[in-house]
């Protein structure tokens, strides 16, 4: 039996919510792209203006992480691991060994010879 225990992380309820600036970018590109093809498709835009049409979505997505990427810098130091608050009560670590000792012992026959057939059991 061991007596190790361990905490539970507690989860961090204040402050802002991180961003992930990888799903930030493909989201706005997937939002360009489409929104390029909304145009073609209503004859709002002709395919000639593809040419400068295509290239917007990059630009604004690469735009936009830059803005996160700076904004996000102030918050907290770079390269910083991320902080987990703890249960003030440690919480006990799961003993599994007991119930098998348990079961083991209630499985076991009482007298060793028990159960075992003299005849099955080859000579040697």
């Given at each position: ?42 004859e709002v ?54 119930d098998l ?24």
């Amino acid at each position: 039996m061991s007596n190790v225990s361990y905490h539970q992380p507690v989860a961090n309820t204040g402050g802002k919510h991180p961003v992930n600036i990888l799903h930030l970018v493909m989201g706005v590109i997937f939002l360009g792209v489409v929104s390029i093809w909304a145009l073609i498709q209503g004859e709002v835009a002709s395919t000639e203006d593809l040419r400068w049409l295509i290239p917007l979505p990059w630009v604004i997505a690469g735009a936009a992480g830059l803005i996160v990427i700076v904004m996000s810098r102030g918050s907290e130091p770079s390269g910083a691991a991320p902080v987990y608050e703890y249960a003030a009560e440690p919480v006990p670590a799961p003993d599994y060994t007991s119930d098998l000792e348990a079961k083991l012992e209630a499985e076991a026959p009482s007298d060793p010879e028990e159960g075992i057939d003299p005849e099955a059991t080859p000579d040697r």
